[in-house]
């Protein structure tokens, strides 16, 4: 009987759609196709003379079978998430999917043996409760592999071995180390009204006439925007009241922030007026900033103050952030353990280079 799929790719890595569903014919085709040129399909002809794809085996893990059609599901899904990003899809990242599917599939199958072993299982209650406190989208491949580190983590407790949770002395210093994290930079929502510069012989003319703009925006009750409207530069400036384009929010108006350096290397402001954004207070009409483009005039209509939160807000989301990451590193050098006393080969009874096989390296907490 062939057993229950077995999809737990790395975490984090992609989020598939639920009803992703696939046709014996969409799979027979790309597994050949990607798999066989790869020399990764085992070719077993039924006897109406189509493979019987899903049920092939492709792996066998201590004796145990990973299916043919397991591995294309994931390389699948794999695919399917990063066409969704609009990311193109070479030939050696198809191969590379292909190697990430077997190694994930094998390192659960690895888990779920030992947890057998040792009379150990997750309920789905559990399995919910997992997802819910790390916020993961509740997804078949989610589950799959919440349900493998509740099981890994059940193993280390009954193998005696150290508890992955963070002390409170590692809380305090990842929040020390990664306060930027944890905090909201000053935002703006700001406008501006630019003179162009024609030409050095001209200097003194546009000079002028950006005084005089700004000794209408200054009068009493004169609305920037209004004046801004009258006087912009070009057509949008016009329209929108010298509306500030950010990048991030790909619209005028937001909030957005002026040290950032998304703004800074958008090349669509001279750093003059970047500048001149970052020191500039809320409800404010600047000085005259003089730039290589022009002459400006800046205006903050709106702020919000940088927030840094306490710890207190954030323990949580630290304590989950270590764990995952120590859970990781620690299944990581448990994996590597286990494999050296397992027993893994191809369908033919070859073995697999360990190389394929172990775990990649955990990459450092940022």
């Given at each position: 009987?062939?057993?229950e799929s077995r999809l737990?790719?790395?975490?984090?890595?992609f989020?598939s759609?639920?009803?992703?569903?696939?046709?014996?014919?969409?799979?027979?085709?790309?597994a050949?196709?990607?798999?066989?040129?790869?020399g990764?399909l085992?070719?077993?002809?039924?006897?109406?003379?189509?493979?019987?794809l899903?049920?092939?085996?492709?792996?066998?893990?201590?004796?145990?079978p990973?299916?043919t059609?397991?591995?294309v599901?994931?390389?699948l899904l794999?695919?399917q998430a990063y066409a969704?990003a609009g990311q193109e899809i070479?030939?050696?990242?198809l191969?590379?999917?292909d190697l990430n599917a077997?190694r994930a599939?094998i390192h659960?199958?690895l888990?779920?043996?030992?947890?057998?072993k040792?009379?150990i299982?997750?309920?789905?209650e559990?399995i919910?409760d997992?997802l819910?406190?790390?916020?993961?989208?509740?997804t078949e491949?989610n589950r799959?592999q919440?349900?493998?580190?509740?099981?890994?983590?059940?193993?280390?407790?009954?193998?005696?071995?150290?508890?992955v949770?963070?002390?409170p002395?590692e809380m305090?210093?990842y929040?020390?180390?990664?306060?930027?994290?944890?905090?909201i930079?000053?935002l703006?929502q700001?406008?501006?009204i630019?003179?162009?510069?024609?030409?050095?012989e001209t200097r003194a003319?546009?000079?002028r006439?950006?005084?005089?703009?700004?000794?209408e925006a200054?009068l009493?009750?004169?609305?920037?925007v209004?004046v801004?409207m009258?006087?912009g530069a070009t057509?949008?400036?016009r329209?929108t009241?010298?509306?500030?384009?950010?990048p991030?929010?790909?619209?005028?108006?937001?909030?957005?922030?002026p040290?950032s350096?998304?703004l800074?290397?958008?090349?669509?402001?001279p750093p003059e007026m970047?500048?001149?954004?970052?020191?500039?207070k809320?409800?404010?009409i600047?000085?005259?900033v003089?730039s290589?483009?022009?002459?400006h005039?800046?205006?903050?209509?709106?702020?919000?103050?940088?927030?840094?939160?306490?710890?207190?807000?954030?323990?949580i989301d630290?304590?989950?952030?270590?764990?995952y990451?120590?859970?990781?590193?620690?299944?990581?050098e448990?994996l590597?353990g286990?494999?050296?006393?397992s027993?893994?080969?191809?369908?033919n009874g070859?073995?697999i280079?360990?190389?394929e096989?172990v775990?990649?390296?955990i990459?450092?907490?940022?």
């Open positions: 009987m062939k057993p737990s790719p790395t975490p984090g890595n989020k759609p639920r009803d992703l569903k696939i046709s014996r014919l969409r799979a027979c085709f790309l050949a196709l990607i798999l066989g040129f790869c990764l085992p070719l077993n002809p039924a006897n109406s003379g189509e493979w019987e899903s049920e092939a085996v492709h792996t066998l893990v201590n004796g145990e990973i299916f059609g397991e591995i599901e994931l390389r794999m695919e969704n070479t030939l050696e990242l191969q590379q999917f077997r599939l659960s199958l888990i779920r043996q030992e947890a057998r040792n009379s299982s997750v309920s789905e559990e919910n997992y819910k406190t790390y916020n993961i989208e509740d491949l799959r919440a349900e493998d580190n509740l099981l890994f983590d059940a193993v280390l407790r009954a193998e005696m071995m150290p508890t949770e963070p002390t002395r305090t210093e929040y020390k180390k990664h306060k930027e994290k944890y905090s930079p000053r703006i700001a406008r501006h630019t003179v162009p510069k024609a030409s050095p003319r546009e000079l006439m950006i005084q005089r703009i700004k000794e200054m009493p009750g004169a609305d920037f209004e801004a009258k006087h057509t949008s400036d329209e009241g010298g509306g500030i384009f950010f991030e929010t790909k619209g005028l108006g937001f909030y957005f922030p040290a350096e998304q800074q290397n958008s090349g669509l402001y970047i500048r001149a954004f970052i020191t500039l809320a409800h404010t600047s000085d005259i003089e290589p483009r022009g002459f005039l800046l205006y903050i209509e709106n702020e919000r103050p940088e927030k840094i939160y306490a710890f207190q807000e954030v323990q630290i304590f989950n952030s270590i764990t990451r120590k859970r990781e590193v620690r299944k990581r448990w590597i286990i494999i050296n006393r027993h893994i080969t191809w369908h070859d073995e280079p360990v190389a096989i775990p990649l390296p990459p450092e907490m940022r």
